[in-house]
T-cell receptor, first 116, second 117 residues
Framework: DAGITQSPRHKVTETGTPVTLRCHQTENHRYMYWYRQDPGHGLRLIHYSYGVKDTDKGEVSDGYSVSRSKTEDFLLTLESATSSQTSVYFC???????????????FGPGTRLTVL | AQKITQTQPGMFVQEKEAVTLDCTYDTSDPSYGLFWYKQPSSGEMIFLIYQGSYDQQNATEGRYSLNFQKARKSANLVISASQLGDSAMYFCAMREIGTGGGNKLTFGTGTQLKVEL
């Protein structure tokens, strides 16, 4: 199994508070991703990183920011949490692009966030 | 338009039978990849199988095979000899090479498979 951990695994917070989720990998993979999973929507990409200090927006980036100061860590921050950000958050990693520029992503265990 | 469509919200199959989970995709990129992931009730995402757009043969991994029909833009997952442990949510996903760097995946909404005795 790919070495990916997420912390915290569960969090309950109140509307308007800042929240930071951490993703840590031990695989030295270049690419890291944050997704959210909601019923009826599958997984949707929030932000991703293609190297230290190199990040870009995904499909649902509003209200989220990210940072990657080290290869192994990718942080997702909700500056002011809202109830619509209640979700399960997954971190994923992938290697540098392989055959045809494609390689699978490996997922962390997920963080269940509830915003009251 | 949805890039990945999974039209079966739920499926039932008898143990030891084969089952096909449907996935259609929409892209104008000539280079892309299609992936299937399994999510059991415990919540983790498990990579199952992958097919590249230029692959001539359908991908297989143990009891999983991907029925890739490029002209129809479909990439159905076939699970042979279903087991109780196959009960899970299954997601189809696509990576379009032309969208640039990042190996980003677009996911479908998933199919919940229940294997019965």
């Amino acid at each position: 199994d790919a070495g990916i951990t997420q912390s915290p695994r569960h969090k309950v917070t109140e509307t308007g508070t800042p929240v930071t989720l951490r993703c840590h990998q031990t695989e030295n993979h270049r690419y890291m991703y944050w997704y959210r999973q909601d019923p009826g929507h599958g997984l949707r990409l929030i932000h991703y990183s293609y190297g230290v200090k190199d990040t870009d927006k995904g499909e649902v980036s509003d209200g989220y920011s990210v940072s990657r100061s080290k290869t192994e860590d990718f942080l997702l921050t909700l500056e002011s949490a809202t109830s619509s950000q209640t979700s399960v958050y997954f971190c994923a990693i992938s290697e540098s692009l392989g055959r045809e520029g494609l390689s699978e992503q490996f997922f962390g265990p997920g963080t269940r966030l509830t915003v009251l | 338009a949805q890039k990945i469509t999974q039209t079966q919200p739920g499926m039932f199959v008898q143990e030891k039978e084969a089952v096909t989970l449907d996935c259609t995709y929409d892209t104008s990129d000539p280079s892309y990849g299609l992936f299937w992931y399994k999510q059991p009730s415990s919540g983790e995402m498990i990579f199952l199988i992958y097919q590249g757009s230029y692959d001539q043969q359908n991908a297989t991994e143990g009891r999983y095979s991907l029925n890739f029909q490029k002209a129809r833009k479909s990439a159905n997952l076939v699970i042979s000899a279903s087991q109780l442990g196959d009960s899970a949510m299954y997601f189809c996903a696509m990576r379009e090479i032309g969208t640039g760097g990042g190996n980003k995946l677009t996911f479908g909404t998933g199919t919940q498979l229940k294997v019965e005795l």
